[in-house]
T-cell receptor, first 115, second 106 residues
């Protein structure tokens, strides 16, 4: 079975702190994604990566950055957390040659609260 | 207007009832996904379909490509079906609906 794990289920941080959310997948997937999920808005794509050291902005990249130093690990970074970044963060991965689509497998999510 | 619209937003049913959740999309797709998210956050894929109908146990998913519409049906609903159901339109990326929160009461 594909396994996508996230470093924390719940996280509480203060405004201005630097926050790291880690995601690891064990299926050798090329593609990895970071979403945030807010009530009434559904999942929105923050960033994705289709290869090591490659990253692409999604729909809402402002206030976030990402790092993919190893194929299995994709990190989401909040350089200076703000209260409007309080949300559920979901990581996903998929195996897909460039230009094709394949099923995404999701991690359990990290519920981040910024005070 | 969102590219993927789901209805209803919230749905409460009695155990045993037949349930339908609807999804309309305005983008071109290679596949339409139905996902289930249980309390606590984890998302699992229920169906991926590009035409016709698929069935898995008590769950049935249908899609009408011409009308850009898909439905998820649950027969003989059970409290353990309580979850958020999310429709996602897939092409080069995925566009998600806002989800339908289903509560099935015993």
């Amino acid at each position: 079975d594909v396994k996508v794990t996230q470093s924390s289920r719940y996280l509480v941080k203060r405004t201005g702190e630097k926050v790291f959310l880690e995601c690891v997948q064990d299926m050798d997937h090329e593609n990895m994604f970071w979403y945030r999920q807010d009530p009434g808005l559904g999942l929105r794509l923050i960033y994705f990566s289709y290869d090591v050291k490659m990253k692409e902005k999604g729909d809402i990249p402002e206030g976030y950055s990402v790092s993919r130093e190893k194929k299995e690990r994709f990190s989401l970074i909040l350089e200076s957390a703000s209260t409007n970044q309080t949300s559920m963060y979901l990581c996903a991965s998929s195996f897909a040659p460039s230009g094709d689509y394949n099923e995404q497998f999701f991690g359990p999510g990290t519920r981040l609260t910024v005070l | 207007k969102n590219e993927v619209e789901q209805s209803p937003q919230n749905l409460t049913a009695q155990e045993g009832e037949f349930i339908t959740i609807n999804c309309s999309y305005s983008v071109g797709i290679s596949a339409l996904h139905w996902l289930q998210q249980h309390p606590g956050g984890g998302i699992v894929s229920l169906f991926m379909l590009s035409s016709g109908k698929k069935k898995h146990g008590r769950l049935i998913a249908t899609i009408n490509i011409q009308e850009k519409h898909s439905s998820l049906h649950i027969t003989a609903s059970h409290p353990r079906d309580s979850a958020v159901y999310i429709c996602a339109a897939a092409n080069n990326d995925m566009r998600f609906g806002a989800g339908t929160r289903l509560t099935v009461k015993p």
